[in-house]
T-cell receptor
């Protein structure tokens, strides 16, 4: 079982709708979580980070964290064709766990005009 | 501002050949990383360097070696390439890796390696 799990997709959403991406993690010691966006053939770029339970909003993006359920999600409101990309979830545990980011396999999102 | 620069961008090797991937960052970051990305596998850490003068193994270090040449440069060497090392390799850097908040990674453009 991978430490960070994501549905590979593709998640197909109509333009203007909300895209909802989910990520679960197995290490209860995970302390911080990140969402990276990766366009096809390009490198990942950080779009959101979240460290405490609850919601964190940044523009059209909202990250949600529930440590009790070991669940983190990303909502993309008013989805645009330019949001079509693969979204990578990553978690950081602690130095004792290897002091590294662990990435999920990514969810491909396709926004249709 | 170049950020993280990797070379070469594309390389084809035959089994058993060796090569070095070069990486340099101009953001004065302390920590540098090498990842590989395979379809459906996400990013897997090969090696990282938390600071100049130190290197540590990641999840998949077998078949690779690294050198942190100075604060700017971190190279990845394949001594005897195997088809299983066909992948896209990303170098990344971060300001530091010492705790919960130091994990915004800045990635290079990637190096696509094919081993025949």
């Amino acid at each position: 079982q991978k430490e960070v799990e994501q549905n590979s997709g593709p998640l197909s959403v109509p333009e203007g709708a909300i895209a909802s991406l989910n990520c679960t993690y197995s290490d209860r010691g995970s302390q911080s979580f990140f969402w990276y966006r990766q366009y096809s053939g390009k490198s990942p770029e950080l779009i959101m980070s979240i460290y405490s339970n609850g919601d964190k909003e940044d523009g059209r993006f909202t990250a949600q964290l529930n440590k009790a359920s070991q669940y983190v999600s990303l909502l993309i409101r008013d989805s645009q064709p330019s949001d079509s990309a693969t979204y990578l979830c990553a978690s950081y545990a602690s130095p004792a766990a290897g002091n590294k980011l662990t990435f999920g396999g990514g969810t491909r999102v396709l926004v249709k005009p | 501002n170049a950020g993280v620069t990797q070379t070469p961008k594309f390389q084809v090797l035959k089994t058993g050949q060796s090569m070095t991937l070069q990486c340099a960052q101009d953001m004065n970051h302390n920590s540098m990383y090498w990842y590989r990305q395979d379809p459906g596998m996400g990013l897997r850490l090969i090696y990282y360097s938390a600071s100049e003068g130190t290197t540590d193994k990641g999840e998949v270090p077998n078949g690779y070696n690294v050198s942190r040449l100075n604060k700017r440069e971190f190279s990845l060497r394949l001594e005897s390439a195997a088809p299983s090392q066909t992948s896209v390799y990303f170098c990344a850097s971060s300001e530091d890796s010492s705790g919960v908040y130091g994990w915004e990674l800045f990635f290079g453009e990637g190096s696509r390696l094919t081993v025949l």
